[in-house]
């Protein structure tokens, strides 16, 4: 099958940074996103990976090695309305579809 | 412009009854995903449409599961029998295209149905 693995839960301090790891089988899939999902609300696109290298938006950025089936999100500068739940999605081969990973649930505290 | 459209938002219903769900995609957009989140399991991709033909529904669970989307503008997605494993929010997206080429378009998410089967 195909698998995605991300950490279930992470904590961080406001004004710091934190890296959220995601890795997946390498033979399966073709470009990386990345969701954003608070509480009780939708999933919202964050980024887009189908090269490796990091790309960069505003604080966010996000990073694939295609070679080593991994990719991770760094959130710069932390804000409380940062707490919330990254998705990390692999974009399967040759077919239309999405595979999420279970989510990571992030904490900020103040 | 007004995003993907869901309703209901909530829905509580009894064993046994039929659900019935509801998406408008974003106008223009030829594709249609049929998403089941639950919190053991996470976004769970059911049934994906392109240009109102079922491309993929390896992921329905079972028979008692179905959607259809009759026109560009509205899909649905029903539970006949509906049990209290089905509970889990569902989440409808589209795309303009779904992702094999460097120009991908994200999915964009309607806010979910919340369904609860007591």
């Known amino acids: 099958g195909q698998n995605i693995d991300q950490p279930t839960e992470m904590t961080a301090t406001e004004g710091a940074i934190v890296q959220i790891n995601c890795t997946y089988q390498?033979?399966?899939?073709?470009?990386l996103f990345w969701y954003q999902q608070h509480a009780g609300e939708a999933p919202t696109f964050l980024s887009y990976?189908?090269?490796?290298g990091l790309e960069e938006k505003g604080r966010f950025s996000s990073f694939l090695s295609r070679s080593k089936g991994y990719s991770y999100l760094l959130l710069k500068e932390l804000q409380m309305k940062d707490s919330a739940s990254y998705l990390c999605a692999g974009e399967s081969y040759n077919t239309d579809k999405l595979i999420f990973g279970t989510g990571t649930r992030l904490q900020v505290f103040p | 412009d007004a995003g993907v459209i869901q309703s209901p938002r909530h829905e509580v219903t009894e064993m046994g009854q039929e659900v019935t769900l509801r998406c408008k995609p974003i106008s223009g957009h030829d594709y249609l995903f049929w998403y089941r989140q639950t919190m053991m399991r996470g976004l769970e991709l059911l049934i994906y449409f392109n240009n109102n033909v079922p491309i993929d529904d390896s992921g329905m669970p079972e028979d008692r599961f179905s959607a259809k989307m009759p026109n560009a503008s509205f899909s649905t997605l029903k539970i006949q029998p509906s049990e209290p494993r089905d509970s889990a929010v569902y989440f409808c997206a589209s795309s303009l295209s779904a992702g094999l080429t460097l120009n991908t378009d994200t999915q964009y998410f309607g806010p979910g149905t919340r369904l609860t089967v007591l």
């Open positions: 390498t033979s399966g899939f073709n470009g």
């Open positions: 990976n189908v090269l490796d």
